[in-house]
């Protein structure tokens, strides 16, 4: 597979629709259907099937997506320093990412970035509001979702899952059913979209909370000194213990977006490689808990 057939397995499975793929690749869409029949063929493996929502993925094409992926951010790092973007860079870069990432992981990165691109200056939006990044407010993003808007570019770096958790006041030894906890004092959140903050809010819609939170670092730090049941992906830092498991189905996948404009500015282009290498599959995005044994 050469450089040019990379390019094209990646828009198809970025865009959905070979003519998405070549209006992205600025080429003729026979020309992308085109080549990657000759790819199939000449690698004995359907990449790709279509029906009437576009072109997805086959097993095949999933398991060699990662590594196509690799070679064109190593492609396209390369071309940018063969092109002569030697100045130095400069200027302010926004970045959004849940709280506790911005806490514990990104002051060491940014530092470390800021040590090879010392102008560089950077702006955090400490908040989970999911339209950041597609309304322009934020360059870079981190984010739990099951699928990347249309106009952005994602990377996904790795997955967190969702459990209950108490204080030891409230501990009662053991996992509980939701008709148990329902009993419970309940802390609520406000503007929490994702698939687990949907199930948290129908579920216990009918239960009075003793306080709603803007943010899992508010809920954290209401339900260790006891006032209620709190929603916090699995495997959060804490003290509290682990009382109910949301299903798999409701975790997120952890997402690394820019805008697709992102291809013409040199300064995010390095932090997202920068972040990528570093944040890829990283099991500090969700600080482990030591004690997370104790708690099940």
């Given amino acids: ?11 198809v499975a970025e865009h959905g629709t070979l ?10 869409h026979t020309t992308v259907w085109r080549r ?4 199939e063929k000449n690698m004995g493996a359907q990449l790709f099937v279509s029906d009437r929502h576009g072109h997805q993925l086959t097993d095949v094409g999933k398991q060699i997506i990662h590594h196509a992926q690799t070679v064109a951010d190593n492609m396209e790092s390369i071309e940018r320093i063969v ?8 200027g302010v870069i926004r970045l959004t990412a849940p709280v506790h990432a911005t806490n514990t992981l990104f002051p060491r990165l940014l530092k470390e970035f800021q040590l090879l691109y010392p102008q560089i200056r950077f702006e955090l939006l400490l908040d989970n509001a999911e339209l950041d990044i597609e309304k322009r407010e934020a360059d870079i993003a981190i984010r739990g979702t099951h699928k990347v808007p249309d106009n952005l570019i994602g990377r996904c770096i790795g997955k967190t899952n969702w459990s209950l958790y108490v204080s030891d006041e409230l501990y009662q030894g053991r996992l509980m059913s939701i008709e148990e906890i ?3 004092p309940l802390i609520g959140y406000s503007h929490f979209n994702n698939p687990a903050g949907k199930w948290h809010a129908d579920t216990f819609k009918e239960v009075t909370k003793t306080v709603v939170c803007g943010g899992l670092e508010n809920g954290r730090g209401f339900a ?3 006032m209620g049941v709190g929603l916090l992906p699995s495997n959060m830092e804490t003290s509290l213990r682990e009382i109910y498991k949301l299903p798999e189905e409701l975790g997120a996948e952890l997402w690394l977006l820019t805008h697709q404009e992102m291809r013409t500015s040199a300064k995010i282009k390095a932090l997202w490689d920068f972040l990528l290498e ?4 990283h099991d500090q995005l969700l600080p482990t808990n030591d004690n997370a044994n104790q708690s099940n």
């Fill in 278 to 281: 570093k944040l890829l599959n």
């Fill in 1 to 11: 597979m050469n450089w040019s057939d990379v390019r094209i397995v990646l828009a």
């Fill in 36 to 39: 990657l029949q000759a790819l």
């Fill in 83 to 90: 092109s002569g973007d030697k100045t130095e860079l400069s």
């Fill in 224 to 226: 260790e000194v006891g």
């Fill in 182 to 184: 329902k009993r419970l």
């Fill in 19 to 28: 003519q998405q793929a070549a209006e992205a690749l600025s080429v003729n």
